[in-house]
């Protein structure tokens, strides 16, 4: 079997400084990095059909999942069933860096959002 895609995923999610970059997307799944200034979030969203699962590779932060909340740091993983109302906010002094795969896909095919503002001006057109 062929690889299509292979990444030092760490290391790829440390150097991302887009808020979002799409890496790969499957047929059934999707892999992208973000990079969360400090004092920003990811905003509250829910994947009504969608899992995620996201992964922490530097700064800190804090989950809210269901109006439940936990702090977030290096080598920190969270799972995020579909249908929950979800955020994660940077409480740090440094860029919130993180990988997560959606499962099924969330966006499409190589999108890269430099911005939070321009990803939510994208999410509404």
Do not use: C, W
Not at 6 to 28: C, D, M, P, Q, W
Not at 84 to 101: Q, S, W
């Amino acid at each position: 079997m062929d690889i299509m895609f292979a990444v030092n995923i760490k290391k790829a999610a440390k150097e991302n400084s887009n808020f979002r970059t799409v890496l790969e997307t499957g047929t059934h799944s999707q892999l992208v990095v973000m990079s969360i200034l400090p004092g920003s979030e990811i905003g509250a969203e829910t994947h009504e059909g969608t899992d995620q699962i996201l992964v922490f590779v530097a700064g800190q932060g804090k989950a809210v999942i269901n109006g439940e909340s936990r702090p977030v740091e290096k080598h920190d993983v969270v799972f995020v069933p579909a249908g929950a109302l979800h955020n994660f906010i940077n409480t740090g002094d440094e860029d919130l860096k993180l990988y997560t795969v959606y499962a099924p896909p969330e966006h499409a095919p190589g999108t890269v959002h430099k911005t939070k503002e321009e990803a939510e001006k994208a999410e509404k057109s």
